[in-house]
């Protein structure tokens, strides 16, 4: 039988063995902060999706006391605002990003239900492509032209892959001629 000041020694021991070999090396995250303009805070962020050349980030938060969704820009080392996306007293979530940035696709129940989004960061205007869909809808993601939107739905009973084509006269989300991805 082993005494409790040996198991506790022993874990203790295994704890410091095991974080030895944890490194920071290459990680360019900012620190936490209470408040402010910044990647992280005391609150849940998730569901980081970056754009085509990594230096937008997208995800969802609990900052400020509901779920909304946030834009870093890696480059600026800040929050980009997005006017009209998040919604007072309502939850979105699941954000992806096309390749330029200028497209958001998210899940919000502004609607009274969870409803697919898209936001264009030009026209500062959302749009709800999930309307007329009975039945839930979740994790969409943006190509990265902006044209087409994949999204999990289980309108027929079961969860199924649905595609939202935007069509060929939207603007373009496409990367700078010649630009390939941070690293």
């Given amino acids: 039988m082993i005494r409790f000041p040996k198991l506790l020694g022993l874990l203790l021991a ?4 095991s974080l030895g070999g944890c490194s920071d090396a290459g990680f360019v995250t900012p620190p936490q902060q209470l408040l402010g ?3 992280n805070t005391p609150s849940s962020e998730d569901n980081p999706r970056f754009n085509y050349d990594g230096r937008y980030l997208v995800f969802a938060s609990d900052r400020r006391g509901q779920r909304t969704i946030y834009l870093f820009d890696r480059v600026a080392n800040r929050l980009v605002p997005l006017p009209g ?3 007072a007293k309502t939850y979105q979530d699941q954000p992806d990003i096309s390749a330029d940035g200028r497209y958001i696709v998210y899940v919000s129940e502004q609607s009274g239900k969870p409803d697919i989004y898209i936001y264009d960061r030009q026209t500062l205007q959302a749009k709800n492509i999930t309307e007329n869909i009975l039945g839930e809808v979740r994790r969409p993601t943006i190509s990265g032209n902006g044209r ?6 289980n309108r ?13 006269e939207i603007s373009p989300s496409l990367p700078p001629i010649n630009s390939s991805p941070s690293r």
């Fill in 14 to 17: 295994v704890n410091i063995i």
């Fill in 37 to 39: 303009n910044t990647l």
């Fill in 85 to 87: 996306l998040n919604q």
């Fill in 148 to 153: 087409f939107i994949a999204f999990e739905s």
């Fill in 156 to 168: 027929f009973g079961q969860w199924n892959l649905e595609i939202f084509d935007r069509g060929g």
